[in-house]
């Protein structure tokens, strides 16, 4: 798990621009930059908990309006990006592995055999974006359907660190900016980036009805954002992290977008392993920790984990967030 953002980006290709978008952009970048360099992720250590147990289905105390408001983007898009392609569910013997519940000896399983045969990068994708923006939502909401992982760079409104360096790969001040290490694409333009990934990563699966509606998607995404005005769009001071965080969680959850608005807003780098409903990396969390549940962060710099939004948002805000 590592960023190749420290490498030449020189002769990257151009990715074909979709129908609906406007136009890809070529990266063609010399080695030799001012900008910061992307943090490398280290192997995870042994990590101690610091925060609460999980509990499922738990809103924490003072938490309520918060979960509301975050409720009401996945209420618009109808749920998009909370399924992996190919979703289905069913009854199963229960084998003890996970489940979305259990029921005298059996249990209801989640699955796709679809996500389970898609090409997977070697490296993880690179990810410019701020939580606020409708057009890096879409692009989210595609990144959790596909079951990508992917390493993402905050870039809020007057951040100093990830959006110059964002802007100093691609030439613009304009997000999402994706750059993909395996191929040598990067591009702007949200309708780009989701055709590629589904050419890509999607074995050329159709793109979903709800990220392809144009201006209905864009509209959809951004009246999510006028619940919670301004949330995870500007910067707080903050200090940067040596190695990424990792972050579990996907777009339909209220309780995740409550933590990455506070990495967005404290521009932490980190990589999103995307669990959406149906993703077999659902089951890696739960041999891991011994319970799934999102949103579930790792912070290898501290060398602890912790479960539940409130205590990961709190969390977060002390250790990197800096007092003006």
Known sequence: M???????LAGRALAP??????????????????????PVPAKSPELRNAGPEPKRFTV???????VATASIPALLRFGSGG?????????????????????????????????????????PLELYEF???PFCKKVREAICTLDLDVMVYPCPKDGPTWRAKAISLG???????????????????????????FKEYGNGAEVPLALRLGPLTTITCALGTAARPGRGNYYRKS?????????????MSPFVKLAREALSELELPYLYRTVARGSPKRQELLDKRGAFQVPYLEDP?????????????DYLNKTYGVQA
Not at 2 to 8: A, D, I, S
Not at 29 to 37: G, K
Not at 301 to 313: Q, R
């Open 131 to 133: 939580e606020g923006c």
């Open 17 to 38: 621009a979709s129908a609906m978008g406007r136009r890809a952009m070529v990266v063609k970048a010399s080695a030799e930059t001012s900008a910061p360099q992307a």
């Open 301 to 313: 710099n501290e060398g602890v984990y912790l479960f539940e939004s409130s205590a990961i948002v």
């Open 239 to 251: 200090r940067q992290p040596a190695q990424p965080l990792v972050f579990w969680g996907y777009e």
């Open 171 to 197: 030439g613009k001040k304009q997000f999402p900016y994706l750059v993909d290490p395996n191929t040598g694409a990067a591009m702007y333009e949200s309708d780009d980036i989701i055709a590629y990934l």
């Open 83 to 123: 399924l992996v392609l190919g979703y289905n569910v069913s009854l199963a013997d229960d084998d003890g592995k996970y489940a979305v519940t259990r029921v005298g000896g059996r249990k209801v399983q989640e699955a796709s055999a679809e996500v389970t045969g898609l090409k997977r990068p070697a490296q």
């Open 60 to 66: 924490a105390d003072g938490q309520l309006g918060e």
């Open 2 to 8: 590592r960023t190749l953002l420290n490498r030449p």
